[in-house]
């Protein structure tokens, strides 16, 4: 009796000797998001944190993987999206987690929701599988006070877009975007939004643009979201930046030096980018500015009438002269609600299959007709590899899909929503090297952790979230192209969500164990 107590207690401290955990991620080679070379080591996980790394032995835990030949990494943060709309649709949000993304920051170009409590309290109660932040969007804000006008706003209506703009901070948004080539936020002028940044900075939030231009104005449009954010006070992070238009390649290396000398005059400004040489947003930024205010009944009356269709049809000319192009052969539909059979065509495709003439005139009024129907989602063919890969080059610039949660097999939308972290990882680091694998990681998780002001993201690192991925440098592959965007990238073996399996053995499980992320400003938190 007195033996059997004895081996008993010493059972019991044995066990209390060993370290407890959920989850023991053995013999990977650990990345640390730091840009520091990879090292051999373990980690722990226990109630969602990271509790120790290093060559750990004693250890008791729930679930063991083996990461011998793998790389482990700070799952990664992907700081703009619009998941705006798919969140119930899809919680799970495949395309993000098998592309090893942990964290999206959503809200971005100008567009979000503007009670962020209960957007956030939404995706709380829903439990995605991703942890989702949220910018205040300043298009949604102005239409919040004052439609589509186009119009200065009165001081009356300007303090109440502050009062949005600093709720909005107050329950927890990280910043301020702006969509400056979108209705409304194109017919505001730059003081307007120093006024909200203003407000957004007493917050500790950051200035988020997408640009007035990513083409001929490019440099003018870079110099603003610059003073914006000295004038304010604050972070700048310039959205997807790019040179657009044929005409316009070999820029880059005039756009970067622009950011170059802000940092060293002391302005914080970051980019991103995503690893392709087209872009995709709304049919509507072929038509002009003055043509979309104050709503589609409106917008439909113009587009109908024959002075304004013509000036409509003429400054689309222009703007094809410009490219050097004979035909709106760049120009793709992404998605047609009215006809889904045009997705994936071009504009000159579409005007052929209308039986009208091979001529730009007519391909013009071929995206009238378009609009005039619902107007359709775009991926537009226009930019230079070697752009691309001059601006990848540069070291504060992070990687970014400007991507929604895919739903499979609908429409034929941009590639980036499903391969933008593999498409670096492979192409860029693995087969061009154009970067190191540790530099890459390190645009993926903490730059955007520090930058976004998630400070317990973006490190392998005792007591962060437990946000991993783990996958084999070898194989990660980007499938998805434009031709066949639904395709899931591959060669992420694990990733974990606040400590949770998430994707297992290559395998998304169905857990949903993703979160909202406040930003600093929250108050009653």
């Known amino acids: 009796m007195k033996m059997s107590l004895f081996v008993l207690l010493l059972f019991s401290y044995s066990v209390s000797a060993q370290q407890q955990a959920d989850v023991l991620i053995k013999n990977g080679r650990i990345i640390d998001g730091t840009g520091n070379s990879w090292f051999y080591g373990d980690v722990t996980i226990k109630d969602g944190k990271i509790t120790a790394i ?30 705006e709309g798919e969140e119930r649709t ?37 439990h995605p599988s991703i942890n989702v932040a949220t910018l205040i969007g300043h298009n949604d804000v102005r239409r919040a006070v004052m439609g589509n006008s186009n119009r200065t706003p009165t001081d009356d209506e300007l303090k109440k877009m502050e009062a949005i703009v600093e709720e909005a901070m107050q329950q927890g ?51 603003e979201a610059l003073y914006i954010g000295k004038t304010a006070d604050m972070p700048v992070e310039i959205s997807h930046f790019k040179v ?31 690893p392709y040489t087209a872009s995709s947003t709304s049919l509507s930024t072929m038509i002009p500015d003055e043509i979309l205010a104050d709503g589609n009944d409106s917008i439909r009356a113009r587009l109908q009438t024959p002075a304004t269709k013509k000036y409509v049809i003429d400054q689309m000319l222009k703007g094809l002269k ?78 970014a899909s400007d991507a929604s949660i895919r739903i499979l097999n609908q429409g ?10 593999a498409r670096i990882l492979a192409k860029y680091v693995r087969e061009e090297k154009v970067l190191t694998i540790e530099e890459a990681i390190r645009r993926m998780t903490s730059l955007p952790a520090q930058k976004f002001r998630l400070y317990d993201r973006g490190l392998v690192r ?52 993703g979160k909202s992320l406040y930003g600093l400003g929250r108050q009653n938190k």
């Open 173 to 223: 948004a990280v910043g301020l975007s702006t969509g400056l080539i979108y209705i409304p936020g194109t017919y505001s002028k730059t003081e307007e939004i120093v006024r909200l940044a203003k407000m957004t900075a007493k917050y500790n939030g950051i200035y988020a643009s997408h640009m007035r231009s990513e083409s001929d104005s490019v440099v003018q449009a870079i110099n």
């Open 54 to 83: 290093g060559k750990l032995s004693q250890v008791l835990a729930i679930k063991t993987i083996d990461a011998n030949g793998l790389i482990v990494a700070p799952g990664f943060i992907d700081v703009h999206t619009h998941i």
């Open 462 to 513: 005792t007591g962060m979230a437990a946000d991993i991925v783990i996958f084999d440098e070898k194989s990660v592959q980007d499938l998805s192209s434009f031709e066949k965007p639904h395709q899931y990238s591959t060669g992420f073996r694990f990733v974990l969500v606040n400590g949770a399996l998430v994707v297992d053995n290559g395998k998304h499980n169905g857990t949903r164990s």
């Open 412 to 421: 034929v939308p941009h590639p980036r929503g499903y391969g933008t972290n």
């Open 322 to 399: 410009k490219r050097k192009l004979k035909h709106f052969s760049y120009a793709v539909v992404a998605f047609h609600r009215a006809d889904t059979t045009l997705n994936g065509k071009s504009i000159e495709e579409i005007n052929l299959i209308k039986g009208r003439k091979h001529n730009a005139k007519y391909e013009a009024e071929t995206v009238i007709d378009l609009m005039l129907n619902g107007g359709a989602g775009m991926v537009f063919h226009g930019m230079s590899e070697d752009d691309v890969k001059y601006i990848m080059k540069y070291p504060f610039n992070m990687f």
């Open 244 to 274: 657009s238009g044929q005409h316009n390649w070999g820029r880059s290396r005039e756009t970067v030096a622009v950011i170059e000398r802000a940092r060293l005059d002391g302005i914080d400004v970051t980019i991103d980018q995503y």
């Open 90 to 126: 899809n919680p799970t949000a495949d395309n993000f987690i098998y592309d090893g993304v942990t964290t999206v920051v959503t809200g971005n170009c100008g567009a979000s929701r503007v009670n962020i409590a209960q957007y956030l309290t939404m995706i709380d109660s829903l």
